[in-house]
Structures are given as C-alpha cells and as structure tokens.
C-alpha cells in the first residue's frame, strides 16, 4: 500500500503553547487529506477534511481557530494545535486519499499528544 | 447516529479459536475497508470489498462484502496472539469523506 508519514510520533508541550504535526504522502499525491483523533481504546474521530488548496472543513463541534489544519501541497498536509491544553492530549492520525471517488486512505503512524 | 454498527466491541478469545466481526448500516457503500490497529500505531490497511456478494482471503483472515453493499464481515480462522489489535471497517458513501464503524477489540489468549 501506499507511504503516508506523520511527525513527531510523540510529543510532550507545556500548556499554552502550540504544537504542529505534518502529514505527507511518500508516494502518491493526496487530493484529500483527513485528520482524526481517537481515545483509547475507541474508535477514530474525524476532525477535519482538507482538500489542498482549499480551506479545510471541519466537524461539527471541532474548534476551527484551534486545530488550524493546512493543506498547501499534494503531499502535504499539517494540523497546528494552539494554547494547547491537558485536555488537547490525544491521539491524532492523519490519512490521506488520492484521485477523486478513489475511496482507499492510507494512515499515519500517529502522534502522541500530551499537554502538562 | 452512527453509519456503521460493529459488533461485537470487544472479544477475547483463546488461541486456535474462530471469530467473526460484523459490520452493518443502511445505507450503500461503494466499497468498504477493513484496517487493523496495534496501539500506538495509525490503522494498516488489510482489504477493500468493492462487490456485492465479494469474498476475499488474506491468508486465515476471510472478508464479505453483504449483496446490498450495506454490510460486510471479517472471519478469522485459527486465532493467533499475533491477531490481537483493534479491527475498524471504514466506507465513503458516494466517494465521501470516510466514515469508521466503533470498532472491535480483539484479544487472543496464548
């Protein structure tokens, strides 16, 4: 299956302060790129949907201003957690789809999230 | 209301034992995904289902895709430890943005 790189795996910030993960396709462009976050042991939650280019379209119930998510490139895609706080502390999984009705995504490894 | 239902949400089993995960909804898929996750690991990709009535293996792990589009199962013959892992079922209504069932915990006993 296709490549999709997620950075840092694990990152610790003090609360606050903003934390930014990048998603990129190693392989293949990615029109369509999503960002989730699950809780332990549950499911993945979609945040947003980012088509590069375009403004992302997010969640009902997810802070626009607070998760900024930029799609500038095809194989690029980043998620900016600002004032961060201890509830911010999650897992966040980026994917990423190709061509349009192509409906095949391809995750990251995850990033690891905590706000002390 | 969720879109797709998985059951059972958490199974715990013995090795050498068999399992199946469900995965239904009412509305029609175009295809549907079956992902597995360790954690602290993003889902890996194990199979796409696009046909109605599909079957696909991948070695002792057997996927169907339900006549209608709307379900779609995951059969795991002789369970290893090796299986344990969160099983999710993915599907994109009209090549939508991607919907994910709850999920179903496996853990298989040594």
């Known amino acids: 299956g296709a490549v999709v790189s997620q950075h840092p795996s694990r990152v610790i910030c003090k609360s606050g302060t903003s934390v930014k993960i990048e998603c990129r396709s190693l392989?293949?462009?990615?029109?369509?790129m999503f960002w989730y976050r699950q809780f332990p042991k549950q499911s993945l939650m979609l945040m947003a949907t980012s088509n590069e280019g375009s403004k992302a379209t997010y969640e009902q119930g997810v802070e626009k201003d607070k998760f900024l998510i930029n799609h500038a490139s095809l194989t690029l895609s980043t998620l900016t957690v600002t004032s961060a706080h201890p509830e911010d502390s999650s897992f966040y999984i980026c994917?990423?789809?190709?061509?349009?009705?192509?409906?095949?995504?391809?995750f990251g490894q995850g990033t690891r999230l905590t706000v002390v | 209301t969720q879109l797709l239902e998985q059951s059972p949400q958490f199974l715990s089993i013995q090795e050498g034992e068999n399992l199946t995960v469900y995965c239904n909804s009412s509305s029609v898929f175009s295809s549907l995904q079956w992902y597995r996750q360790e954690p602290g690991e993003g889902p890996v990709l194990l199979v796409t289902v696009v046909t109605g009535g599909e079957v696909k293996k991948l070695k002792r792990l057997t996927f169907q895709f339900g006549d209608a589009r709307k379900d779609s199962s995951l059969h795991i013959t002789a369970a290893q430890p090796g299986d344990t892992g969160l099983y999710l079922c993915?599907?994109?209504?009209?090549?939508?943005?991607?919907?994910f069932g709850d999920g179903t915990t496996l853990t298989v006993k040594p």
């Open positions: 994917s990423a789809r190709g061509s349009q009705g192509y409906t095949e995504a391809f």
């Open positions: 993915a599907g994109a209504p009209n090549a939508g943005k991607s919907t």
């Open positions: 392989d293949f462009q990615a029109t369509t």
